[in-house]
C-alpha cells in the first residue's frame, strides 16, 4: 500500500543484506543478535523507516524495510551500520577483541528493491507504450541528431 508525505507518495521496499567484516560469525550469541535487532528497530523509529522482517545470523544480517524516498539505499545503509557497530562495541567488549580492524561491518552490503504488484515487465511495457496511450500529446518523431 502507497504511503504519503507531504507531496509525495511513495512504495519502496528494501532488501538489505550486510556481513561482519571479514565474514567473521560474531553475530550468532542471542544477546548479541537480540541487541542488534533492539537498535535497528529504535532506527527505524528514529528515521522514520519501517522493519517488514528482520533476521541477524551469525555472520549476516537480513533486512527488508519500507522506506520513503529521502532514505536512498546507501544512505540508510551508512546510517544503520556505523550506529549499530558503534553500540554493539560499547555494549560488547568483546567484540572489539574479536574485530581488531576495529570496524564490525564489511565495506559492502546487497540492497534489492521489491515492488508488491508492480513487475520490473509492467514498468517496461508502461514506458514503452505511453506515445500509443496518448497520441494527442505527440507532435512528431524528434529530428535526426546532426
Known amino acids: 500500500m502507497p504511503h504519503s508525505g507531504a507531496h509525495t507518495r511513495w512504495d519502496i521496499k528494501y532488501h538489505l543484506v550486510w556481513i561482519p567484516k571479514y565474514r567473521r560469525r560474531v553475530l ?3 544477546p548479541k543478535a537480540e541487541y542488534l535487532k533492539w537498535i535497528l528497530r529504535r532506527l527505524a523509529a528514529e528515521y522514520s523507516f519501517a522493519i517488514v522482517e528482520l533476521e ?3 555472520d549476516h544480517v537480513h533486512m527488508f524495510v519500507e522506506a520513503p524516498p529521502r532514505w536512498a539505499p546507501a544512505r540508510l545503509m551508512n546510517i544503520i551500520k556505523s550506529i549499530t557497530a558503534r553500540e554493539m562495541f560499547r555494549k560488547f567488549e568483546d567484540l572489539r577483541e574479536q574485530m581488531w580492524a576495529g570496524a564490525l561491518w564489511a565495506d559492502g552490503y546487497y540492497v534489492g528493491t521489491v515492488g508488491d504488484k508492480v513487475t520490473t515487465e509492467a514498468v517496461r511495457r508502461y ?3 505511453q506515445r500509443k ?3 494527442e500529446l505527440d507532435d512528431g518523431r524528434a529530428p535526426e541528431a546532426p
Do not use: A, C
Request: proline share 17%; charged share 25%; no cysteine.
Open 28 to 30: 550468532g550469541s542471542l
Open 56 to 58: 541477524v545470523m551469525p
Open 127 to 129: 514506458i514503452r507504450d
Open 133 to 135: 496511450e496518448l497520441p
